[in-house]
């Protein structure tokens, strides 16, 4: 679709599914994620796939 033939009203909708795929963690589960990705051999790709 082009950006001519969108309206306001599918902006908002996008915008709002957007911030709905973000992922929030309680400060444990961030700390582990980091731990792992300063693990030897760790790739910041691959930990990030994890979670």
């Not at 909708?13 to 051999?41: H, M, Y």
């Amino acid at each position: 679709m082009k950006r001519a033939d969108r309206n306001v009203s599918t902006d908002v909708v996008d915008a709002l599914r957007a911030r709905a795929r973000r992922r929030r963690w309680c400060d444990n589960v961030k700390a582990q994620i980091v731990t792992e990705s300063f693990g030897p051999g760790a790739a910041m790709s691959e930990v990030a796939r994890q979670h």
